[in-house]
């Protein structure tokens, strides 16, 4: 059953931390999206990826926000330091095929920095 | 910026009754597609529309990309409890890699 994985599920931390959110997309798809939800702004989007290039991280406050894909089976979301604004769940997604394709979610990384 | 504007953002309606949730933007999409999302898991596909004017239906819900490819609707007809959920319209840029934004969403419950 194919299906995006992330972790962690759950993660509280102390503002300063470094925190890493991890990402397995769905095997052979090429685009991994990150995208952030929260109450107030609904699903943005931090940053995208294609064939693990970066095509898109606008989204990402830079300052302290980093998206990589080490290998087509991983992408790494970190932030450093964490501030208790970045209190969200992050979401992974992944799509195979052309631009009008489906994406598949993970079940998402809950974060609270306090 | 891109915006996607839906509206309404919450809506309680009783069992049986219809309803429709817009999806607005000054930008045109190469296509367009509508995400379900309950808590606690990640949004999952109901529909993606690709043509101008298109409709779609899956069974009790018909969706609708608008002639210009700027704007989309969801129509619920005779909703059900298990409707319940969070409707999420996402607009795909075919000028920008397939960037696909998300509207805020609307919140439906809906009661016996």
């Known amino acids: 059953d194919a299906r995006v994985t992330q972790t962690p599920r759950h993660k509280v931390t102390e503002m300063g931390q470094e925190v890493t959110m991890r990402c397995q997309p769905i095997l052979g798809h090429n685009t991994v999206f990150w995208y952030r939800q929260t109450m107030m702004q609904g699903l943005e989007l931090l940053a995208y990826?294609?064939?693990?290039?970066?095509?898109?991280d606008s989204g990402m406050p830079k300052d302290r926000f980093s998206a990589e894909m080490p290998d087509a089976t991983l992408a790494t979301l970190k932030i450093q330091p964490s501030e208790p604004r970045d209190s969200a769940v992050y979401f992974c997604?992944?799509?195979?095929?052309?631009?009008?394709?489906?994406?598949?979610f993970g079940e998402g990384s809950r974060l609270t920095v306090l | 910026t891109q915006l996607l504007e839906q509206s309404p953002q919450f809506l309680s309606i009783q069992e049986g009754e219809n309803l429709t949730v817009y999806c607005n933007s000054s930008s045109v999409f190469s296509s367009l597609q509508w995400y379900r999302q309950e808590p606690g898991e990640g949004p999952v596909l109901l529909v993606t529309?690709?043509?101008?004017?298109e409709v779609k239906k899956l069974k009790r819900l018909t969706f609708q990309f608008g002639d210009a490819r700027k704007d989309s609707s969801l129509h619920i007809t005779a909703a059900q409890t298990g409707d319940t959920g969070l409707y999420l319209c996402?607009?795909?840029?075919?000028?920008?890699?397939?960037?696909?934004?998300f509207g805020q969403g609307t919140e439906l419950s809906v009661k016996p």
């Open positions: 996402a607009g795909a840029l075919g000028n920008q890699g397939g960037k696909l934004i």
């Open positions: 990826f294609r064939n693990r290039a970066p095509l898109d």
């Open positions: 529309v690709v043509t101008g004017g």
């Open positions: 997604a992944s799509r195979g095929g052309g631009n009008t394709g489906e994406l598949f």
